[in-house]
């Protein structure tokens, strides 16, 4: 069973819980890397959690929420090796994984319906990275990544 990285500040609580429910339903595992509740908190506390998770290996996808997923998808994308996909709709779900290979999918919790979420959780789950072009242009992105970590150290 895979196991899925999930947090949320409080604005993503909520829909963080339901998509807890629907992906044990769905046969994952959840890692929750918090909120634990919708008291005021800040959210790159929680999408560190989950971007290092992933960043290092610990786990090869995670769920980011916030009250409109941009700060979280902010915040993930700092991470080496992490491609965060803010996603609004079945479609942006699907390209986010088949064209950009994302390990991390960030949703907002003010902003998508839990119903909606469910089914851009299920395609995002489902869709698998495309290869060909889409290759070639990941692995310029990754050298860009490189070339920015050598320059800073």
């Known amino acids: 069973m ?4 999930i ?9 963080k819980e339901a998509i807890k429910r629907f992906l044990d339903r769905e046969g994952f595992g959840c890692i929750d890397f918090g909120t634990k509740d919708d008291e005021s908190v800040d959210y790159p506390d929680y999408a560190e959690k989950v971007a290092s998770s992933v960043s290092k290996g610990e786990v090869k996808r995670g769920i ?3 009250g409109t997923g941009i700060g979280m998808s902010m915040v993930a994308n700092k991470f080496p090796n992490v491609r965060a ?7 942006t779900a699907k390209m986010s994984r088949e064209h950009n ?3 991390i999918l ?8 839990i119903e909606q979420a469910k089914e851009i959780v299920k395609t995002w789950l489902n869709t ?6 889409h290759k070639r242009r ?11 970590r050598k320059s800073l150290s």
Not at 128 to 133: L, P
Request: with cysteine; proline share 0%.
């Open 138 to 148: 990941l692995d310029k992105l990754m050298e860009i990544e490189e070339r920015i």
């Open 128 to 133: 698998e990275f495309a290869g060909g072009r």
């Open 64 to 66: 980011l929420v916030c």
């Open 85 to 91: 996909g803010l996603c609004h709709d079945i479609y």
């Open 2 to 5: 895979e196991n899925i990285a």
């Open 7 to 15: 947090a949320s500040d409080h604005g993503g609580f909520e829909l």
């Open 106 to 113: 960030t949703l907002g919790g003010r902003v998508t319906d």
């Open 101 to 103: 290979d994302s390990n």
